[in-house]
């Protein structure tokens, strides 16, 4: 019986999409300077000498820790979206670090009480952990880019919940203040929460990425609004699953208490490292650095070799096209040694683009942009 309840709640999700991109990768790691992967947004750079130092001085602590997080990490999350993003008006209450922000993202709509008949709200094309959030708690997905969108596909029922992702995996599309501003009203118009991913917020190149808690937003009311952050990117904290939730008083505390009770806590040493790098700017801009100086060097490759670069206005990807079907384009790549993802990961709308990523070592970037260009 359990054995069926499992199948059941496997069959719902879609097939984990890089697991279709076996027969490419073997073609691009056969070339004979080897494969140029830009597949993946995983971090290849160093973690931080001060973050490890953190890490390690609080590794010999034998109890457990606090779901809630320990008040230096809070209130360096609250300095820190102060300081880095003008995300203003919040305190420690407003915080709760999670063990990773796809893990968060994956539980946020069975955490926050949405289920079967409800509506959950994500992007055209998107990041696969929205729609995977919606149905593991058995909910019904909508995708739509605007509010004006969501009436005629909906009818009269209001979703429960929204996603958005500015800057967005994978188009890299930055959403504006007075298009923030919008969703932010319609959402509490119609009594919806509103979570928005702001993992690459740190990671902007041709235009201002704000956060929803930014007051030119929100106005200075957080009220049903959820941002998510993550170090993963803007700290090389991949390895570390090192995340939070920020915003509305009231979400963080009904999130806090199913934390609990599930005993989801971030260990007591990654909290330190946490506190360490939320309190610390300098390396981030020496990432943000390297990731621009990949891009300034990838993007007129990509370009010269006859793409199309559509939205990547930040974050880690360029989004690119052939006007062909994306896993035509995969292939014609991984002939040159090159994994890119499909567009076809990310929905419907993903089909004829692929996404590079600039998570690859500076050889490696070099070793892409000589194929691009030969």
């Not at 062909?324 to 709308?349: K, M, N």
Request: negative net charge.
């Amino acid at each position: 019986m359990r054995t069926a309840r499992r199948a059941r709640v496997s069959e719902a999700l879609p097939d984990f999409p890089w697991d279709s991109l076996a027969e490419a990768k073997a073609t691009a790691a056969a070339h004979e300077d080897g494969i140029v992967d830009l597949s993946v947004g995983t971090p290849v750079d160093p973690v931080d000498t001060l973050i490890r130092e953190a890490l390690a001085s609080a590794s010999d602590f034998p109890g457990y820790p606090t779901t809630v997080g320990t008040p230096e990490l809070r209130k360096a999350a609250v300095d820190a979206l102060a300081r880095r993003y003008g995300a203003t008006g919040l305190d420690e209450s407003s915080i709760l670090p999670v063990i990773g922000t796809k893990e968060a993202i994956a539980g946020l709509t069975s955490a926050l009480g949405i289920g079967v008949g409800d509506n959950v709200v994500i992007p055209e094309v998107a990041y696969p952990t929205y729609e995977v959030s919606a149905l593991l708690a058995g909910a019904s997905v909508t995708r739509a880019d605007s509010t004006l969108q969501i009436g005629p596909v909906m009818g009269s029922s209001a979703p429960a919940l929204m996603f958005i992702n500015s800057p967005s995996n994978p188009t890299g599309r930055v959403l504006g203040v007075d298009h923030l501003r919008k969703v932010v009203a319609w959402c509490r118009e119609h009594d919806t929460i509103l979570a928005s991913d702001e993992c690459y917020l740190g990671l902007s190149w041709d235009t201002e990425a704000v956060s929803i808690l930014d007051p030119r937003v929100s106005d200075g009311d957080h009220t049903g609004l959820l941002a998510i952050h993550s170090l993963s990117k803007i700290s090389n904290l991949a390895s570390y699953r090192a995340g939070f939730f920020a915003g509305d008083h009231d979400l963080i505390a009904e999130l806090l208490a199913v934390r609990k009770h599930s005993g989801m806590i971030v260990p007591f040493p990654i909290q330190a490292a946490m506190t360490a790098a939320l309190s610390d700017d300098t390396h981030v801009e020496a990432q943000r650095a390297r990731y621009q100086l990949r891009r300034s060097r990838l993007l007129p490759a990509v370009r010269e070799a006859g793409f199309r670069v559509d939205d990547s206005e930040a974050g880690l990807y360029l989004w690119a096209t052939r006007d062909e079907g994306c896993r035509d384009t995969v292939a014609w790549l991984a002939q040159r040694g090159i994994l890119a993802a499909p567009g076809d990961f990310y929905g419907p709308l993903g089909v004829n683009h692929v996404r590079f990523a600039l998570t690859a070592t500076d050889e490696r970037i070099d070793a892409a942009v000589a194929r691009l260009t030969a």
